[in-house]
Each structure stands twice: as structure tokens, then as C-alpha cells.
């Protein structure tokens, strides 16, 4: 079946742009995650949608960024007023569900939007 | 101190040769660990949940030692697929936002 995708894979923005990255979970995953990841670093943690529930926002690390998730379905990821350390590869994945109990449930990772802001 | 940290390597040893990498986490209170590969310019793929008891998948064990809190992956018989980097991940809570990854030890297999 299909993956995790993700549009668009690569965005070349100007400093100052807003950008919107966009994500497509696996069909019937309820939980959706995105994260960020700098060249050679681990991932960051930025938004985690579960189900209906009030996202977490608690890794976004300014105002400048915020996502939507609409229908349980698609999320967008949105940088508003985009800076040079904002360039990174953005990561979205999504799992059947957002518990974390002992084994865990599996990510499933798309290929990434890489954002290079000049 | 980093919450979850791995040695960046890279380790680059020959092929049907056995390597080991440990990752140290400082939260006690974590519960979930994983192991993800990640192949380069790709995403990270999950290679296997560790579980307290250890576990083995093939050619790869994992293993978990939580008085010392660490985590292991050890790679038998290395093969030249086996080249890529090794995110270890750690959940401290029932909570997505806890989720660590680490930054990953790179891992070069050699004919």
C-alpha cells in the first residue's frame, strides 16, 4: 500500500518567504508526527497530531511555525517569515497509534521536504 | 548532557566483521527504546524494538541495560547493505513529545 508522502520534496525559499510543507499520512494512522533534521543531527521534534485530541505543539521552536491537520487525514506544516536556520530536511510520519507502550508502535517515515532558505 | 546520546562514528570495519555501538539515555524514566536505520538522504526506517530481556532479529541484537542506562545494537556478520546510520530512540514517557532521537552513529561496511 502507499507510504508516507510528502510535497514538496525539495524548496529553495528567499529569507523572509512563508513556506507550507504538506504531508499525507498512511491511510487509517491516526497519529501524525513531524520532525526536523539538520544536516548530520539527530531528529527534532516539532508537532505530534493524535486522533481529535489538541495537538502537541511543544517542540515548535518559534511562533513562526504552526500546522494544521484537516480531516484527521492531510497536515501542513507552515514557516512563516522563513530564516537561514530554518533550512532542513522536514520529516513527516505517522503510526496506527500515538501510545508509546512498552514495544511501542512504529513510525513510519515520509522522504522528506529538504528547505533551503537562501 | 544530551538526553539521549550515541558515539557519531564512523565505524568502518570489513565486511562479515562484528560491530557494537551503544547509545546512553539520562532519563530513568524511560520506557520504550528503539533502534531506526537510516540510509543516506533517506528516511529513518525502524529496525527493531529493544526489550528489556534482549532480543534478537537475524544478524542484529539488541540489548538494554537500564542500572547503567544504556542501550545496544550489535551487528554480526556485517554485510555491505548493513552501511547506513543507526538512530537510537528513547521514549521517556507515554507522550510523543518525549520521543528522543539521537543523533545517529555512522556505520561503514568495507569489501
Known amino acids: 500500500g502507499a507510504g508516507v508522502s510528502q510535497s514538496p520534496s525539495n524548496k529553495v525559499t528567499e529569507k523572509g518567504k512563508d513556506v507550507e510543507l504538506r504531508c499525507d499520512p498512511i491511510?487509517?494512522?491516526?497519529?501524525l508526527y513531524w520532525y526536523r533534521q539538520s544536516l548530520g543531527q539527530g531528529l527534532e521534534f516539532l508537532i505530534y497530531?493524535?486522533?481529535?485530541?489538541?495537538?502537541?505543539k511543544s517542540g515548535l521552536p518559534s511562533d513562526r511555525f504552526s500546522a494544521e491537520r484537516t480531516g484527521g487525514s492531510v497536515s501542513t506544516l507552515t514557516i512563516q517569515r522563513t530564516q537561514q536556520e530554518d533550512s532542513a530536511v522536514y520529516l513527516c510520519?505517522?503510526?496506527?497509534?500515538?501510545?508509546?507502550?512498552?514495544?511501542?508502535?512504529?513510525?513510519?517515515f515520509g522522504p522528506g521536504t529538504r528547505l533551503t532558505v537562501l | 548532557r544530551k538526553e539521549v546520546e550515541q558515539d557519531p562514528g564512523p565505524f568502518n570495519v570489513p565486511e562479515g566483521a562484528t560491530v557494537a555501538f551503544n547509545c546512553t539515555y539520562s532519563n530513568s524514566a524511560s520506557q520504550s527504546f528503539f533502534w531506526y536505520r537510516q540510509d543516506c538522504r533517506k528516511e529513518p526506517k525502524l529496525l527493531m524494538s529493544?526489550?528489556?530481556s534482549g532480543n534478537e532479529d537475524g544478524r542484529f541484537t539488541a540489548q538494554l541495560n537500564r542500572a547503567s542506562q544504556y542501550i545496544s545494537l550489535l551487528i554480526r556478520d556485517s554485510k555491505l547493505s548493513d552501511s547506513a546510520t543507526y538512530l537510537c530512540v528513547v521514549n521517556g514517557y507515554s507522550s510523543a513529545s518525549k520521543i528522543i532521537f539521537g543523533s545517529g552513529t555512522r556505520l561503514s561496511i568495507r569489501p
Open positions: 491511510s487509517g494512522h491516526t497519529a
Open positions: 497530531f493524535q486522533g481529535n485530541s489538541a495537538p502537541d
Open positions: 529493544v526489550y528489556s
Open positions: 510520519a505517522s503510526s496506527l497509534a500515538g501510545s508509546w507502550t512498552s514495544g511501542g508502535t512504529e513510525q513510519f
